[in-house]
């Protein structure tokens, strides 16, 4: 296997996929898209969560460059490093879905199997 490949991979999961092995972290990044730029406390009521924990995983998205902090005075917001995280988000809840549908499919044709066969 080619040893570039391999390293970008490695570095790929230390730096982006490990920041989005949390769900909450994939909203947060959400929230932020399209431009938008959020205060901690503003993500915090939009999403529900606690002030403490949406900044705990927002130090962890600006560990991995993927938001970038502002300061305004005493606050601090924060914007998306790179919208294109967003479309890559996208592009795997796209495949979910069709594989969900898929899945869906084959579960309904079973049980139309199955009601064929009780005949």
């Known amino acids: 296997m080619d040893s570039q490949l391999v390293q970008e991979v490695e570095l790929l999961y230390r730096q982006v996929c490990h920041a989005m092995g949390d769900p909450k972290r994939l909203m947060i990044l959400y929230a932020l898209a399209g431009g938008q730029r959020r205060y901690v406390s503003e993500l915090?009521?939009?999403?529900?969560?606690?002030?403490?924990?949406?900044?705990r995983?927002?130090?962890i998205l600006r560990d991995r460059c993927?938001?970038?902090p502002t300061r305004d005075g005493a606050a601090v917001y924060y914007t998306l490093k790179d919208?294109?995280?967003?479309?890559?988000?996208?592009?795997?809840?796209?495949m979910l879905r069709d594989r969900l549908a898929e899945q869906a499919q084959l579960a309904r044709f079973d049980a139309l199997s199955a009601g064929l066969d009780n005949t």
């Open 83 to 94: 919208e294109r995280i967003i479309q890559a988000l996208d592009l795997l809840r796209a």
């Open 44 to 55: 915090a009521e939009e999403l529900g969560m606690p002030q403490p924990t949406v900044s």
């Open 66 to 68: 993927l938001v970038t």
């Open 57 to 59: 995983h927002l130090k």
